[in-house]
Every structure is written in structure tokens, then in C-alpha cells.
């Protein structure tokens, strides 16, 4: 009885996890280019380069790439 | 959401090839035909108020191969000029200081917050990156990139993978990456808490320039870094998605400004020597982030927050958000608020003082003291024929030291030790 | 305990309707039509919306295949998505399809296909029973897609 509670809980949570999202018909809205999470990838570098220069963290969005002499 | 989709595991067929990671989606509903091609450039200013100024220009090429692959290359040159602070407190008394090559010095006049102006370099920078659709699930990519100036030289290698989870909505992605930087330093890297010759102290060229030399290493140094990031991307509703990344980073080897010092001075608060500061060889970072971002009727809208920890105590929050709003279906208007406070690093001190013990590691570098800084920035965007965009940037980045917690002596109280540093940021970008 | 077995094992069932040729769609008309009328081809069915990159470059593929194949028996079907009608009529003025266009703006029927990405598309038999899925559109193996159709037509 309790090994057919847990499988349940088991399923239905998984399942929980997996109804959160669209179906694949939906993703218009995040099909737009200004919605890609790399869209403005230039301002993004460009500003990881100048706080990683004048700041003493960097980082977090994506890898902290690129070594430069400046920090 | 209906249990229904649990029920077709056993058919393994699981994303979406319009994929959430970035590259395929270019949906944009001006292009005639999918286009192999996409380039991106930008110029940028960067000027700081009597201080540094840079120019940056960067170029992005990227390529489709098919429909699985993508090549995308990166060119970034960059100039800087101008002064930046060397670490030493302002006085009441005019300071003369010794440049890093040895050859010639420089004054501060009273007052004044010290500044060398010694550096104009110009740095080149190329990556390269890889990126290859394996399946229906799994995506991988792998890089290089290099960079070189005059006194610095950096190649590192980076790779990852990613795996899509229930129809695309959920994505997962590790991703590592190996630098090397080599630092050769002008003039020799400086030996730590070595004092710093001033010609004035010496009757002879000669002498002065013996004890200048003694003050250096000859050789370069190098410092490696591993950085790793496990990253989580998430659809949430039709119109928003999340993401949160962890990222660990190793870094070690020589990590000291070989052009900082720290001021020592007596009891008066009157600087007694200048010595060379030094930071430890080996630094631990995470970093934590977390960002949404939103399609809305008229615009996109994206909030962050990022917090870093390292075992040199430097602990920072970084709080960012930008709107862009469609005037019309061609042009908007974007704008960006940035917050960022950080914690001095353990090491960090303003000054040292002539009686005490030195320490094992100290800087005075304002980066790396306790700050806050506020960005505003404002961006216009033009969509032109053929998919072609044109935008332009402005924006205020300030920038905001403070004393975390050191007594200040003598004549130290008559000056600003910790001045804000205000800075304007340009940029003009094209892309097609 | 038995009862349980017998809900989960009911819901199961009922919810994973598989894809087939009996179900209703709009054409561009707005009339519902019902896919069985293509039964006895060789039946492509292709699901695609305005705003998927990948799609607009199924297009000039499909056209290709219809070209060469519709006399042979292929039926090349292609199920929009689109929740406005305007936007798959505007896709289609930049290009147009000398194949049948479908509309299913509710998304009824792509959910009985329980589809896993955009495009998808499913291959029916002269017999109209499914034999084949694929999930995305690559130019690469476009080849393979059309050897499929090409073995289909010959039985």
C-alpha cells in the first residue's frame, strides 16, 4: 500500500514538474528574436567587459570569459 | 496542464527545433529568407570624468552550417587611455611618484586623489565558437578565444552541453572553460610590499636606478582559471521564461595590479613611503543568478539578480532590469537600471600604517573595497529594410567607494579618500 | 488497490489519443474539413506556424515534393498552427504552397497528435496508418525524408 502512495506521489510530482512550460504551439511569443536570451548579445559583452574591469565580481549570466589586463 | 504528456516518454522524441537557448529562433517576420549569415558590430565609448577613457570596437560573425551547426567568431579591439587610481591616499602636500617603467614619475598636486596616467594600451581579443545539434535533446559547443596586449596575454579554451527536457521547456547546460593569462608587466612585476624608489631620495642616476631594480622581478607571471557554470532554463507561461545559473570559479596564479601601491603613513595621517601591494594567489568564486524575462504586447522586459561569494570575502548583489517599449513596429526605446553593491575584499585596505606589522595581503584598490555603483541607460532601436537594425546607447554608470570601516588618521579626515567615479557610456551597434 | 490501477490505466488510455487521418480541420475557408479525404495517398502532414524558423524553410522543400510526387500519390498537408488566421495568410504571401493548406487554430488536432516540437510531421500509408514521425525540419535530412515518401509510394 505505502510502495503504491509513493509511486503515485512519485508521478504525479514529476508530472507537476513537466505541466510547468507550453506546448510547442504556444512558443510564439518566445520564438521572437528580441526574446532569445542571447538576443543583444554585443551590449551584454560589452557591458560584462567594463563591470568586470571596474567591479571586483563578474560573471553569473554567462562563463566570466575572455582574460584582460584590467582587473 | 493534463497528465497526458507523461504518457509519451517511451516515443524519446522531446524538443521543440525552434530551440529556447538562443540560436535557431530568428523568426523575425521581416526577413524574405532564412539568412546564413548574421553580423553584428558595435563601437563603443567609454569615458570616465578626468580619468580612463576607452574605445571599444567589436564585430560578431555568425554562420549556419545546415540546419544542426553554427559557427560564431568574434573580433573586439580596444584602446585605453587616460589615468586611473593607483591606490595611494590624497595629501595635503604635493606627491611626486615614480612610473611603473622607472623611466620618469609623476605629481599629484595637494588635495588630489593620485592618478597614473601611464597607460594607453591597445588590446585585441578573437574567439571562436562551435556550436553542433547532436539530437533531438542534446546540444554541444566548443571554443577558443585569445587575447593580447602589451603587457597581457590570454588563451583559453571553453565547452558545454545541453539537454532539453519536456518538449523544450526546460533546458539544462554545464558548461567548463580553461584560461591561461601570462602577465608581463612594464617595467617587471613589482616585488610585493617592496617600497617605491623615488629618484628625489638618490644623488645619482645610478643609485636611483639600483634601488629601482631592487624593487622589481624580471620574468612574467602567469595565473590560470577554471570556471564552471551548471545553468537552468526554464519556460514558465506563453510569455515568460527563467533561467538560473550557478557558476564556480578557480582562479590561480599572480592576481596583484603590478601598478597599485598602498600609501603607509604615521600617526599624522603624512604618507612615508609608497609600497607595492599584494593580493593572494588563489581565489574561489560562485556566483548565483537568477533572471526572468517577459514577451509583452509592445516590448520585452527582463529583471536580474546576481549574488557572488569568494574566499576573499568580496561579496557582491547586482540587481539589473531592462525595458524596451515599441514606439512602432520598427523603432523602440529601451531602458536600463543597474544596482550593484560589493563587500571590500579582506585584504583591502585604504592605507597601511607606518607602525604596524605588514600584513600578508593588502591593496588598496577602490575595485576592490566596499562600493556601490548605479547605471541608467537609455537605447534606441531602429529596424531597417531587409532585417538590417541599427541602435545607439547612452548611458551613466557611476560609480561610488566607501569606507568599510577604517579609522582615518591625522590629515587623512581633510580629504575625500573614497571619491565617486562618474562615467558616461556611448555606443552605436549594427546589425544584418 | 485495484480500482486505482484501473483509473490510472483509464486516464492513460483516453488521453493518448494517436495520431491519425480521422480528424477534423479547417481550410482556408473556415469550412471543417476532415482529414480522411486524403486516405489511399501517401500522406505528409506537416504542422507549422508563422513564427517558427524552421518552417520557412520546410516550405520550398514541400513544394519541391509535391512537385515531383503528387501524381504518384503523395498528399502533402500542411496544418497551421497559428492562432490568427491572418498571420499563416500573410506567411503564405511570402510563400505561397502549391500544397493542400489546413488550419487547426485551437490546436485540437495538434493536441491529439501530442506533438513534441514545431515543425512536426507525421507520415501516413496509402492504408492510412502512421509509419513514420520526424521532429524538427533539417535541411540534411531532407534526403531521408524523401527517401521515405519515395518507398511509401512504391507499395
Known amino acids: ?71 | 496542464m493534463q497528465l497526458k504528456n507523461r504518457s509519451n516518454i517511451s516515443k524519446a522524441l522531446a524538443i521543440a527545433s525552434c530551440s529556447l537557448l538562443g540560436h535557431s529562433a530568428q523568426a523575425s517576420a521581416n526577413t524574405e529568407k532564412p539568412d546564413d549569415w548574421k553580423v553584428d558590430a558595435a563601437i563603443m565609448y567609454y569615458g570616465e570624468e578626468d580619468r580612463v577613457q576607452a574605445v571599444e570596437a567589436i564585430g560578431n560573425v555568425q554562420k549556419a552550417f545546415g540546419d544542426e551547426s553554427l559557427l560564431d567568431m568574434k573580433l573586439v579591439v580596444d584602446s585605453l587611455t587616460g589615468a586611473s587610481a593607483s591606490g595611494a591616499v590624497a595629501q595635503s602636500e604635493t606627491q611626486t611618484f615614480t612610473r611603473p617603467s622607472g623611466n620618469g614619475q609623476y605629481e599629484t598636486a595637494s588635495g588630489e586623489t593620485p592618478l597614473d596616467d601611464t597607460f594607453h594600451d591597445t588590446r585585441v581579443q578573437a574567439s571562436a565558437n562551435w556550436a553542433e545539434t547532436l539530437s533531438p535533446v542534446w546540444k554541444t559547443n566548443v571554443g577558443v578565444n585569445g587575447s593580447k596586449e602589451f603587457d597581457y596575454f590570454s588563451l583559453g579554451l571553453n565547452g558545454g552541453v545541453e539537454r532539453s527536457f519536456n518538449k523544450d521547456n526546460t533546458t539544462l547546460a554545464l558548461s567548463g572553460a580553461y584560461t591561461f593569462d601570462a602577465i608581463d608587466p612594464v617595467g617587471g612585476r613589482p616585488v610585493a610590499f617592496s617600497s617605491m624608489a623615488l629618484r628625489a631620495d638618490y644623488d645619482t642616476e645610478e643609485e636611483y636606478r639600483a634601488a629601482f631594480d631592487m624593487t622589481r622581478m624580471a620574468g612574467s607571471e602567469d595565473k590560470k582559471t577554471m570556471d564552471m557554470m551548471l545553468s537552468v532554463t526554464q519556460v514558465l507561461s506563453r510569455r515568460w521564461l527563467f533561467q538560473a545559473n550557478y557558476g564556480l570559479s578557480s582562479v590561480s596564479g599572480y592576481m596583484t595590479d603590478p601598478y597599485k601601491i598602498l600609501s603607509q603613513v604615521d600617526d599624522t595621517g603624512t604618507t612615508q613611503s609608497y609600497l607595492y601591494e599584494n593580493r593572494p594567489d588563489s581565489r574561489l568564486k560562485h556566483s548565483f543568478y537568477m533572471m526572468t524575462k517577459g514577451a509583452l504586447d509592445a516590448g520585452v522586459i527582463d529583471f536580474s539578480y546576481r549574488y557572488t561569494t569568494d574566499d576573499w570575502d568580496l561579496n557582491s548583489h547586482t540587481l539589473e532590469t531592462h525595458y524596451r517599449y515599441y514606439f512602432s513596429g520598427r523603432f523602440y526605446g529601451q531602458v536600463h537600471l543597474r544596482y550593484y553593491q560589493q563587500q571590500a575584499a579582506n585584504f583591502y585596505r585604504p592605507f597601511l600604517m607606518a607602525g604596524d606589522p605588514l600584513p600578508e595581503y593588502a591593496s588598496a584598490d577602490y575595485r576592490i573595497g566596499d562600493m556601490t555603483t548605479y547605471t541608467l541607460g537609455l537605447k534606441f532601436g531602429q529596424r531597417l529594410s531587409g532585417g538590417h537594425e541599427m541602435s545607439y546607447r547612452l548611458e551613466y554608470y557611476q560609480q561610488n567607494p566607501e569606507n568599510s570601516g577604517f579609522d582615518l588618521v591625522g590629515q587623512l579626515q581633510d580629504h575625500d579618500l573614497f571619491p565617486e567615479v562618474k562615467a558616461i557610456i556611448a555606443q552605436v551597434s549594427y546589425s544584418f | 488497490m485495484r480500482k486505482l490501477l484501473l483509473l490510472l490505466s483509464f486516464m492513460t488510455w483516453s488521453l493518448s489519443a494517436a495520431p491519425s487521418l480521422d480528424y477534423q480541420v479547417q481550410n482556408l475557408q473556415g469550412e471543417l474539413v476532415s482529414l480522411t479525404e486524403f486516405k489511399g495517398k501517401v500522406v505528409y502532414l506537416d504542422f507549422w506556424a508563422s513564427w517558427c524558423g524552421p518552417c520557412r524553410k520546410s516550405f520550398p522543400w514541400m513544394n519541391a515534393m509535391h512537385q515531383k510526387y503528387q501524381q504518384q500519390g503523395l498528399a502533402i498537408v500542411a496544418i497551421n498552427l497559428d492562432e490568427d488566421k491572418v498571420l499563416a495568410e500573410k506567411f503564405l504571401t511570402k510563400l505561397p504552397a502549391d500544397f493542400h493548406i489546413r488550419l487547426d487554430p485551437e490546436a485540437d488536432v495538434a493536441s491529439k497528435f501530442d506533438l513534441q516540437g514545431m515543425p512536426s510531421s507525421y507520415i501516413f500509408n496509402r492504408q492510412g496508418e502512421l509509419v513514420q514521425t520526424h521532429l524538427g525540419f533539417f535541411e540534411e535530412k531532407s534526403a531521408g525524408y524523401e527517401n521515405e515518401i519515395v518507398e511509401l509510394l512504391k507499395e
Open chain 1, 1 to 71: 500500500m505505502s510502495r503504491t502512495i509513493i509511486s503515485i506521489a512519485i508521478a504525479v510530482s514529476l508530472s507537476a514538474c513537466s505541466s510547468l512550460g507550453v506546448e510547442p504551439w504556444e512558443k510564439d511569443q518566445l520564438a521572437r528574436a528580441d526574446m532569445a536570451l542571447d538576443s543583444e548579445k554585443l551590449d551584454l559583452a560589452l557591458d560584462d567587459h567594463i563591470y568586470f574591469s571596474k567591479e571586483g565580481s563578474s560573471g553569473g549570466r554567462s562563463l566570466a570569459g575572455g582574460g584582460c589586463g584590467c582587473n
